[in-house]
């Protein structure tokens, strides 16, 4: 990750400055407190069983010196050792959604060609294979594992730097707007939408839901300077067909009657050179 000072944290999330100094910078940003140390932020995320805002005092005792927070910190749990006034604090309505803008952001700094993989199966398979064989003759990141939700896509992004030139990026969802939101950190240049499974039938109500949803990519598809943006999609003639996926951006079909739109002979096809 390349540095982001305190205050490109303030301008990309929104938040106050509890305490601190904007000039103070961050080399990391994590949410597991055990991972956490001196020049990383660490993010208090409130899920389901636990809340990241229990761990802060063991992370400041490990040397973390920045915290991303929803929730005042009670400073008598901490160590008399530490100081708070050197500890850069930074409060926000919403975690996730502020470690999500943070991403955005820094995403936007990096010179990178931007895909993105979404669909109902395939979806780390088709990633892993992208990143492979760009990885030929390109510098290229992924997501960390199976990092795909709105806590791992901007953990993994944090893991990139400026000597990156592809990176590929899966996003999975279980509700509608989940695609959405992590499209538009990405703002991709090329989407690619794998099948319409079944998956998460109980809360998209039906296929044609699941093909709403994953239609959210396509809200943020980006050109990247002369090169239009992209769509690429596995022709079922049901629902993924060049009528349903029309937009502002160039359709690539893959298995339409049998054949596909493109016979690949060079990457730089797609505007990677």
């Known amino acids: 990750m ?18 601190g100094s904007t000039e103070d910078f961050v080399l990391g940003v994590k949410h597991d407190s055990r991972e956490c140390e001196k020049d990383d932020m660490f993010v208090a995320v409130i899920g389901e069983n ?44 919403d975690t ?3 470690m999500g803008d943070l991403a955005k952001y820094y995403l936007s700094t990096l010179d990178v060609k931007k895909i993105a993989v979404t669909g109902s199966v395939g ?35 944090f893991k990139f730097d400026k000597s990156m030139e592809v990176v590929v990026l899966e996003m999975g969802m279980s509700e509608f707007g989940e695609i959405d939101r992590l499209a538009e950190i990405v703002e991709p240049n090329i989407g690619i939408i794998t099948n319409i ?59 339409e009657n049998g054949r596909s739109d493109y016979i690949i002979s060079d990457i730089d096809d797609f505007g990677l050179d």
């Open 197 to 255: 499974g079944v998956a998460h039938m109980e809360t998209l109500g039906s296929r044609e839901g699941i093909f709403k949803a994953k239609m959210e990519i396509t809200r943020h598809i980006c050109s990247d300077g002369g090169e239009e943006g992209t769509l690429i999609f596995a022709n079922d003639e049901n629902f993924l067909t060049r009528e349903s996926t029309k937009g502002n951006y160039r359709q690539i079909s893959i298995g």
């Open 50 to 93: 636990q809340d990241g805002h229990s761990y802060t005092p063991q992370v400041i005792e490990n040397g973390c010196r920045t915290l991303l927070v929803s929730k005042d910190i009670d400073f008598n749990d901490v160590s008399e050792k530490m100081d708070s006034a050197k500890l850069n604090i930074i409060k926000v309505d």
């Open 96 to 98: 996730v959604r502020s």
């Open 123 to 157: 979806k780390t398979s088709v990633r892993d294979m992208i990143y492979y064989v760009l990885s030929e003759k390109f510098r290229c990141g992924r997501n960390m594992k199976n990092f795909n939700n709105l806590i791992g896509l901007p953990l993994s992004i």
């Open 2 to 19: 390349e540095k982001i000072s305190i205050k490109e944290i303030l301008d990309a999330t929104g938040g106050k400055l509890v305490s």
